[in-house]
């Protein structure tokens, strides 16, 4: 089992839908958990952290984590073609998922 | 505040030829990181330091790979020799330590290494 996997994508949906991404992972020890986006031919950057079960809300980015699931999500509301990227999943500082790519077609 | 520096930014070489990166970190960034990163595929940890120590290196190819951080700044990752399959981006992150809450890694733009 891979330590970390994503839903497979691409992942296309149309400009103003919700983008639904998904992670799951295999650490239980794990208590941190980050959602990077890295725009093509660029660096990863930080968009949301979350460390407790439940949801955490920033701007039209809501991060969701079910400890006991092992598995966390983002959800992108009113989608924008300025948010087609590929989003990676991190349980931990220092490991990623393989990512999603996300295309946002106006 | 100046980001990340990484250079060069793109480098071709020829296979078992050497290469070093070098990276020079946020100010005041105790801890720096190399990653690899191959197409389609998520950043992967070579090396970590805190200051001028090596914490975490077991993903590093000790065979063929070499980093340091002397004085507990600037950073090179050198490689010799060079396979085809090193050719990836290689990353130079940097935080504050990790036990200090720095949760945020802030990427420089990478090194894109090409080995024919």
């Known amino acids: 089992q891979k330590e970390v996997e994503q839903n497979s994508g691409p992942l296309s949906v149309p400009e103003g839908a919700i983008a639904s991404l998904n992670c799951t992972y295999s650490?239980?020890?794990?208590?941190?958990f980050f959602w990077y986006r890295q725009y093509s031919g660029k660096s990863p950057e930080l968009i949301m952290s979350?460390?407790?079960?439940g949801d955490k809300e920033d701007g039209r980015f809501t991060a969701q984590l079910n400890k006991a699931s092992q598995y966390v999500s983002l959800l992108i509301r009113d989608s924008q073609p300025s948010d087609s990227a590929t989003y990676l999943c991190?349980?931990?500082?220092?490991?990623f998922g393989q990512g999603t790519e996300l295309s946002v077609k106006p | 505040e100046a980001g990340v520096v990484q250079s060069p930014r793109y480098k071709i070489i020829e296979k078992k030829q050497p290469v070093a990166f070098w990276c020079n970190p946020i100010?005041?960034?105790?801890?720096l990181y190399w990653y690899r990163q191959n197409l389609g595929q998520g950043p992967e940890l070579l090396i970590r330091?805190?200051?001028?120590?090596?914490?975490?290196d077991s993903q590093l190819p000790k065979d063929r790979f070499s980093a340091e951080r002397l004085k507990g700044v600037d950073s090179t990752l050198k490689i010799q020799p060079a396979e085809l399959g090193d050719s990836a981006v290689y990353l130079c992150?940097?935080?504050?330590?990790?036990?200090?809450?720095?949760?945020?890694?802030?990427f420089g733009p990478g090194t894109r290494l090409l080995v024919l």
């Open positions: 979350i460390y407790s079960n």
């Open positions: 100010s005041g960034h105790n801890t």
């Open positions: 991190a349980p931990g500082k220092l490991i």
């Open positions: 992150a940097s935080s504050l330590a990790l036990n200090s809450g720095g949760e945020t890694q802030y």
């Open positions: 330091y805190e200051n001028e120590e090596a914490v975490d």
């Open positions: 650490d239980r020890g794990s208590q941190s």
